[in-house]
């Protein structure tokens, strides 16, 4: 009975990432990756999502601390976290990275840019805040499953 409202737990959170657009359809593409060989596969991928994500977020963050900024390094690597976010479907952080390249940077609005870094930054805590309790519970599941 406890797996039966774990699982259903699960899902209902997995329901509401895309009721909310935070993922996109690439992360049901990734999950169909996942099989008995490698049942962590998607785990795996955020895993390393979030610590290269995190990287970038400070190299940027420091990159607007200096003076001038060096608006290239900062352009060079919103596209990595750009791709690096498409290819997992973290659609609202992408969205935000989208908003800066298009919108801001391009423009050179300095204040502009740093609001709008802020915002990534906020978007991305929340999305890591939303992930990382719904990959716990699927790991925690799979392991009472097995015992």
Do not use: W
Request: glycine fraction near 4%; aromatic fraction near 8%.
């Amino acid at each position: 009975m406890e797996s039966k409202h774990v699982n259903q737990q699960i899902a209902a959170m997995r329901r509401s990432f895309f009721d909310e657009e935070v993922l996109d359809e690439k992360f049901s593409q990734l999950e169909q990756l996942e099989g008995k060989d490698n049942p962590n596969f998607v785990e795996e991928v955020f895993t390393m999502y979030f610590k290269d994500s995190t990287a970038f977020l400070e190299t940027i963050e420091e990159a607007m601390k200096t003076i001038p900024i060096d608006s290239i390094i900062v352009d060079n690597i919103l596209h990595q976290l750009k791709g690096s976010s498409a290819s997992v479907g973290a659609n609202k952080v992408l969205k935000e990275v989208n908003k800066i390249t298009r919108q801001v940077l391009g423009k050179g609005n300095l204040e502009g840019t740093k609001a709008s870094i802020l915002k990534l930054r906020k978007e991305y805590d929340s999305f890591k805040a939303k992930l990382e309790p719904y990959f716990q519970l699927k790991q925690a599941n799979s392991v009472a499953q097995v015992k």
